[in-house]
């Protein structure tokens, strides 16, 4: 995978302001390497946060990623109520759209 010019394999730059203050704060965060290989050899947290970034994407019509492939990955790594809770939003999406490859279209 390649670098950022930065020499990390990724930087994310957050700007934020507290809801009543007038002053943005920013802050920098790197990652100096890819947190795996592969989505194989992913730890549970980073295969959970995959699923909730594929079930955004098809939400709002950017990919086909299958939903029931999306639901697996999800249900495998809901370790608490709230993870648990996603896989339950999932299952209301197929159900709604039935089995169409996308939930937007």
Request: with cysteine.
């Amino acid at each position: 995978m390649a670098r950022c010019a930065s020499g990390f394999w990724l930087r994310t730059l957050l700007r934020h302001k507290a809801p009543d203050g007038d002053t943005a704060t920013e802050a920098a965060f790197a990652m100096p390497a890819a947190p795996a290989a592969d989505l194989v050899h992913a730890s549970s947290d980073l295969e959970f946060a995959f699923a909730v970034a594929a079930f955004a994407d098809v939400m709002r019509g950017a990919t086909t990623w299958p939903l029931e492939d999306t639901r697996a990955l999800a249900d495998a790594n809901a370790t608490n109520n709230d993870r648990k809770e996603l896989v339950g939003l999932i299952d209301r999406a197929m159900k709604l759209r039935g089995n169409a490859a996308t939930v937007a279209q």
